[in-house]
């Protein structure tokens, strides 16, 4: 699923600004992927490590998972997902790539 997904979100990486302003079905499959990719990475953090909230960021961490470096790219990730339908278009569509790759980096590194 985690593909299936992050091919949703590329969707929006496709796309000129005003095309994704103004294109809600595109819109729609874009955050439905940034929710499923979120689900997709916390299910995988849950299996690794037992937990499902913010605070096992920190705990990847520690463990050496996750870069400390990351683990603030990682709590904004986490925002915007649980946020999504708050966040400006002209924003969302700003970090489409960062959300794909901070994503991909996380899940990747979680391979338990």
């Not at 490590?49 to 920190?58: F, S, T």
């Not at 990730?77 to 794909?100: E, H, T, W």
């Amino acid at each position: 699923m985690f593909w299936d997904n992050y091919r949703l979100v590329e969707l929006g990486t496709k796309v000129s600004l005003e095309e994704f302003i103004n294109n809600k079905e595109l819109k729609e499959k874009v955050k439905r992927g940034i929710r499923g990719l979120y689900e997709d990475v916390i299910n995988e953090v849950e299996r690794c490590i037992g937990k499902r909230d913010e605070e096992a960021i920190w705990d990847l961490a520690k463990s050496g998972k996750i870069s400390p470096n990351n683990i603030q790219e990682f709590l904004d990730i986490i925002s915007i997902a649980k946020n999504i339908d708050k966040i400006d278009d002209i924003i969302l569509y700003g970090m489409l790539v960062r959300i794909m790759e901070d994503l991909e980096e996380l899940y990747i590194n979680l391979r338990c």
